[in-house]
């Protein structure tokens, strides 16, 4: 026999306060049919009606989706989008059974049996009649009173058919043509409740920040004589707060609202997410006949007209993230550890908001963001299309009072992108309390605007509007596009204007799933699904780091350049809402850098210490003052992490300063010069380099003897987008898709002298050309070390532009380098990274396919040194000068090439990087920090190259 369990959610300590009371409580008592989620499911008995293993029983996972337990056909919506009973569409049939056990103490009860998701249109038989209507939506709770179909103490049997797609064409409209996977199958738990026999059917709260409390309470029947009901709040230390509530109920109603006033309470925000434990008590004379127990929070939301959003009194800008509901190998079927993982990283990112695109989560998300403060955005289905009225007003009624407790829930969305039916609008406050403001994601209601991907320049006309702005997408990523890149120029805007409301990135995290009809590989449906701030497991791209840097919720406002003269102090910015810097904490350290030829990664300690953070209030500025010891210009860097109250690191900013440091250095021995009919050769040590007299480039290096395939530059490399005019602007004549190529401008170039000659103990070659690069200078010094040194003139707009050596890309092993990373810098994507010794293997990844980050190809910020590890040996390269670029080979777009295709560089030197644009913006329209670069005048630089043959 499945032996049932009872609920309980309560906080240390409260057992006890309702010990003394001496009453036996009467909880619902649960009875789990499935599991609870991914890896803790249960058999069922299961067919299919088509696709793959159809036509025959066997056995399911419950939950689950159907196609990752082999069974059925993938599809992904948007291939249909706009039709409702479209031929080709996978529309398979799942008839379920499960055989089960009700204890006999149960028959004076009331029982349900409760789905919370199943996909699409469910039917619902126990011992062979049917349980009620059909159910049509997918990603909601629906119950159905199973009292009188049970055998109690016997065992019972579950029928349930699911059919994938709805008979119902505005449910295929909403929730089946949309820009995501379309999955089959019964994916979230299914359980029972059994009730006693008089019993509270569910509560809506309403908890405001200045302790006004009111709560409806709803009996599943309507009431006799003298019943009553009491509600005691109690705080996470088991505490009773206030006096209890207590109101009787009118004979024959089935509700009573219970009112009350709290005072000194601590109130729910993202940053402070204060819960209570309430727990209410239903009583027929003296008699405790049913006690159910909750979780809320003091808040109130309020939305000032022209100006903001208002939590407790206080402006708040969302920053916010767009998240399915998703796993690889389970697609929509999820589990506590995998919700709480998903809002654990959306905070670690410094975000405080998310929105719940386009569907209900399950309730254990909107546990997390209760529990670790998260401001929500709930949904209604809908993309596009929507749910007709008869439809519509079932579902509302599902999502609001399964999730109206709730007080992360700050919105509801009816729908998004037009998949709004505006007679839905006024149904969400029937059922909630709170009156909550709903929104239509890319509309204007209830005073926010919403509207979704305006391009910088477009979002600055709609702060223009009589309106609180908030889009509720923006800068939609793709692959390594989006996101990071031009956010810092979107927050800046967004932070300062006085109607903003801030804004949600699409989207969290790739969804891709793990097809289990192509042994796991992972499926983005091309560019679809391949929008995430992280991929499918969570893997972390470059423009995680961009926004956790650029949301810190604390800003230390020095320049990364300290002066000669610094005494340690630094201003900082209280970002936060409600939280005084006197609760975070600072460390700092001073660190050395290692030599390239030290094989190490990371940096030595040389001093460290810790900070209690000054008394800032929130939106406030001040100071900080790290005690330096007088050597400290000593040390090569200076870190500065700031640290949430919960000790958890914001950011890390690094400090350096003036310094005068060579990172490869000569040795000993002598340099001999040779010369010959067509080349140079000259020898240091082990190190032996030819030198064309014909194209003034390396044509050979040999180590040691043997040889080292780096040659052909430095090559002068300049490019702009394919649809930019020469002043940098955008033709429109231009072929469609030229904003995606990067073409390398073809520029001149002509020998006009070479000239080799020992000067000292050194040799000096000494080249000049017509065109871009004039002069080049090669020394050749003691113990094979060579200086670089060049100067090249172009006057114009570009995008790309410096200096690249060759060397065969598929010889090359790993990098170790010293620089800012470990991610990859676009020129609008510079935030994010650290100064640091970094190691990296090589790899080429496929972006939207295969998701191996860092990548080791690409445009890194601030390098001082490089040491290539390659298949016949160490290459070394070295920088004395700072804000340049190192250029690790051509970063890698997806298959499809829709964010950019770039000149085919090696090993290189580059003063300007591209931006990145985004899926639906192109770079000119991502802000400042994305625009084309109109250079002037000549450039110098000095580089170092070391070998070390095999």
């Given at each position: 026999m499945i032996r049932p369990i009872r609920i309980h959610k309560l906080f240390l300590g409260i057992v006890a306060v309702f010990a003394v009371s001496g009453l036996k409580a009467q909880e619902t008592e649960i009875q789990y049919l499935s599991g609870k989620g991914y890896q803790d499911t249960k058999e069922w008995?299961?067919?299919?009606?088509?696709?793959?293993?159809?036509?025959?029983?066997?056995?399911?996972?419950?939950?689950?989706?159907?196609?990752?337990?082999?069974?059925?056909?993938?599809?992904?919506?948007?291939?249909?989008?706009?039709?409702?009973?479209?031929?080709?569409?996978?529309?398979?049939?799942?008839?379920?059974?499960?055989?089960?056990?009700?204890?006999?103490?149960?028959?004076?009860?009331?029982?349900r049996i409760v789905f919370d998701g199943s996909m699409t249109d469910t039917e619902v038989r126990v011992n062979g009649r049917s349980a009620g209507d059909k159910h049509q939506g997918a990603f909601y709770r629906f119950k159905y009173d199973i009292t009188d179909l049970l055998k109690y103490g016997k065992q019972n049997l579950l029928e349930v058919t699911v059919s994938k797609e709805s008979s119902n064409a505005s449910v295929n409209l909403a929730e089946r043509r949309a820009d995501y996977w379309n999955f089959g199958g019964i994916f979230r738990p299914v359980f029972l409740e059994a009730f006693p026999a008089?019993?509270?059917?569910?509560?809506?709260?309403?908890a405001q920040a200045n302790g006004q409390f009111r709560a409806e309470v709803f009996l599943g029947h309507a009431s006799s004589q003298d019943m009553k009901v009491e509600a005691k709040v109690i705080d996470m230390a088991g505490k009773l707060?206030?006096?209890?509530?207590?109101?009787?109920?009118?004979?024959?109603?089935?509700?009573?609202?219970?009112?009350?006033?709290?005072?000194?309470?601590?109130?729910?925000?993202?940053?402070?997410?204060?819960?209570?434990?309430?727990?209410?008590?239903?009583?027929?004379?003296?008699?405790?006949?049913?006690?159910?127990?909750?979780?809320?929070?003091?808040?109130?939301?309020?939305?000032?007209?022209?100006?903001?959003?208002?939590?407790?009194?206080?402006?708040?800008?969302?920053?916010?993230?767009?998240?399915?509901?998703?796993?690889p190998e389970s697609g929509r079927t999820l589990n506590k550890e995998l919700n709480y993982a998903d809002a654990k990283l959306i905070k670690e990112m410094n975000m405080n908001a998310v929105r719940l695109s386009h569907y209900p989560s399950d309730p254990e998300?909107?546990?997390?963001?209760?529990?670790?403060?998260?401001?929500?955005?709930?949904?209604?289905?809908?993309?596009?299309?929507?749910?007709?009225?008869?439809?519509?007003?079932?579902?509302?009624?599902?999502?609001?009072?399964?999730?109206?407790?709730?007080?992360?829930?700050?919105?509801w969305d009816n729908g998004n992108e037009g998949g709004w039916n505006t007679e839905l609008d006024d149904e969400f406050a029937k059922w909630d309390p709170q009156n909550r403001p709903v929104l239509h994601p890319q509309q204007l209601l209830s005073g926010v605007e919403t509207m979704h991907y305006r391009s910088y320049g477009e979002t600055e006309e709609y702060f223009r509007g009589d309106y609180i702005f908030m889009p509720t997408e923006f800068l939609h990523g793709l692959y390594d596009?989006?996101?990071?890149?031009?956010?810092?120029?979107?927050?800046?805007?967004?932070?300062?204007?006085?109607?903003?409301?801030?804004?949600?990135?699409?989207?969290?995290?790739?969804?891709?799933?793990?097809?289990?009809?192509?042994?796991?590989?992972?499926?983005?449906?091309?560019?679809?699904?391949?929008?995430?701030?992280?991929?499918?497991?969570?893997?972390?791209?470059?423009?995680?780091?961009?926004?956790?840097?650029?949301?810190?919720?604390?800003?230390?406002?020095?320049?990364?350049?300290?002066?000669?003269?610094?005494?340690?102090?630094?201003?900082?910015?209280?970002?936060?809402?409600?939280?005084?810097?006197?609760?975070?904490?600072?460390?700092?350290?001073?660190?050395?850098?290692?030599?390239?030829?030290?094989?190490?990664?990371?940096?030595?300690?040389?001093?460290?210490?810790?900070?209690?953070?000054?008394?800032?209030?929130?939106?406030?500025?001040?100071?900080?003052?790290?005690?330096?010891?007088?050597?400290?210009?000593?040390?090569?860097?200076?870190?500065?992490?700031?640290?949430?109250?919960?000790?958890?690191?914001?950011?890390?900013?690094?400090?350096?300063?003036?310094?005068?440091?060579?990172?490869?250095?000569?040795?000993?021995?002598?340099?001999?010069?040779?010369?010959?009919?067509?080349?140079?050769?000259?020898?240091?040590?082990?190190?032996?380099?030819?030198?064309?007299?014909?194209?003034?480039?390396?044509?050979?290096?040999?180590?040691?003897?043997k040889d080292m395939a780096f040659a052909g530059g430095p090559r002068f490399v300049a490019a702009r987008r394919g649809d930019r005019t020469l002043d940098g602007t955008v033709d429109p004549e231009f072929e469609k898709g030229m904003d995606r190529i990067y073409k390398e401008l073809d520029l001149e170039q002509e020998l006009r002298m070479i000239n080799a000659e020992k000067e000292g103990e050194n040799v000096v070659v000494k080249v000049s050309y017509f065109g871009s690069l004039e002069e080049v200078v090669w020394t050749i010094q003691l113990g094979g070390l060579l200086q670089l040194d060049y100067t090249y003139t172009y006057n114009g707009v570009v995008e790309l532009m410096g200096v690249s050596f060759d060397y065969p890309e598929e010889k090359v092993k790993a990098i170790r380098w010293l620089g800012e990373g470990p991610y990859r810098a676009w020129q609008n994507r510079i935030h994010g990274t650290t100064l640091d010794i970094w190691g990296n293997d090589y790899n080429d990844p496929i972006p939207g396919e295969s998701f191996t980050y860092p990548e080791f190809k690409g445009y890194f910020h601030d390098w001082h040194w490089a040491a290539f590890e390659t298949e016949e040996g160490k290459?070394?390269?070295?920088?004395?000068?700072?804000?340049?670029?190192?250029?690790?080979?051509?970063?890698?777009?997806?298959?499809?090439?829709?964010?950019?295709?770039?000149?085919?560089?090696?090993?290189?030197?580059?003063?300007?990087?591209?931006?990145?644009?985004?899926?639906?913006?192109?770079?000119?329209?991502?802000?400042?920090?994305?625009?084309?670069?109109?250079?002037?005048?000549?450039?110098?630089?000095?580089?170092?190259?070391?070998?070390?043959?095999?």
């Open positions: 008995e299961f067919k299919i009606s088509g696709g793959r293993n159809s036509e025959e029983w066997s056995t399911i996972s419950v939950p689950s989706v159907w196609e990752q337990e082999g069974f059925g056909k993938y599809q992904y919506g948007i291939k249909f989008y706009g039709k409702p009973f479209p031929d080709g569409i996978a529309d398979e049939v799942g008839e379920y059974k499960y055989k089960f056990d009700v204890p006999k103490d149960w028959e004076n009860k009331l029982v008089k019993f509270i059917d569910r509560t809506a709260i309403d707060v206030g006096k209890p509530i207590k109101k009787s109920i009118i004979q024959g109603g089935d509700k009573v609202i219970l009112e009350s006033s709290f005072e000194g309470v601590d109130l729910w925000t993202a940053e402070t997410p204060n819960l209570y434990h309430i727990q209410f008590s239903l009583y027929d004379g003296d008699e405790l006949v049913h006690q159910i127990d909750d979780r809320f929070g003091f808040r109130s939301i309020e939305l000032k007209a022209s100006d903001g959003i208002y939590i407790n009194g206080q402006r708040v800008l969302m920053k916010g993230v767009n998240k399915h509901s998703f796993w998300f909107l546990e997390a963001c209760d529990e670790l403060g998260l401001y929500v955005l709930h949904e209604l289905g809908g993309w596009h299309g929507h749910y007709d009225e008869a439809i519509g007003m079932k579902l509302v009624e599902e999502l609001v009072t399964r999730d109206v407790n709730h007080p992360s829930v700050i919105f596009g989006g996101h990071g890149g031009g956010l810092f120029d979107y927050w800046e805007m967004m932070r300062q204007h006085p109607r903003s409301g801030g804004g949600f990135l699409w989207v969290f995290a790739d969804e891709g799933i793990a097809r289990t009809d192509q042994d796991g590989r992972i499926d983005n449906q091309g560019n679809y699904g391949a929008d995430g701030i992280v991929g499918p497991h969570h893997e972390k791209e470059g423009s995680f780091f961009t926004i956790k840097e650029v949301w810190s919720p604390v800003m230390v406002m020095q320049d990364d350049k300290l002066p000669v003269d610094f005494d340690g102090t630094f201003q900082v910015e209280n970002r936060y809402d409600f939280t005084n810097l006197n609760a975070c904490g600072f460390e700092w350290s001073l660190g050395a850098f290692y030599e390239p030829e030290e094989e190490k990664s990371g940096h030595k300690v040389i001093q460290s210490g810790k900070l209690s953070g000054p008394d800032v209030a929130p939106h406030g500025e001040g100071k900080i003052i790290i005690p330096l010891p007088s050597n400290w210009k000593e040390a090569d860097v200076l870190y500065l992490t700031a640290k949430s109250p919960e000790g958890e690191a914001l950011w890390t900013w690094h400090f350096t300063w003036e310094q005068s440091k060579q990172y490869l250095q000569a040795g000993a021995g002598t340099v001999e010069l040779e010369e010959n009919e067509g080349n140079y050769v000259v020898s240091s040590g082990d190190l032996k380099v030819t030198f064309s007299k014909e194209s003034g480039q390396i044509v050979s290096v040999k180590e040691g003897g290459i070394y390269m070295a920088n004395d000068q700072q804000n340049n670029y190192l250029g690790v080979y051509t970063p890698r777009d997806g298959r499809d090439a829709l964010l950019y295709t770039l000149p085919q560089t090696g090993l290189a030197v580059f003063d300007v990087i591209p931006a990145v644009r985004n899926k639906v913006n192109a770079t000119d329209l991502v802000g400042p920090s994305s625009q084309p670069k109109h250079v002037r005048g000549s450039k110098s630089r000095r580089v170092y190259f070391k070998f070390k043959a095999n």
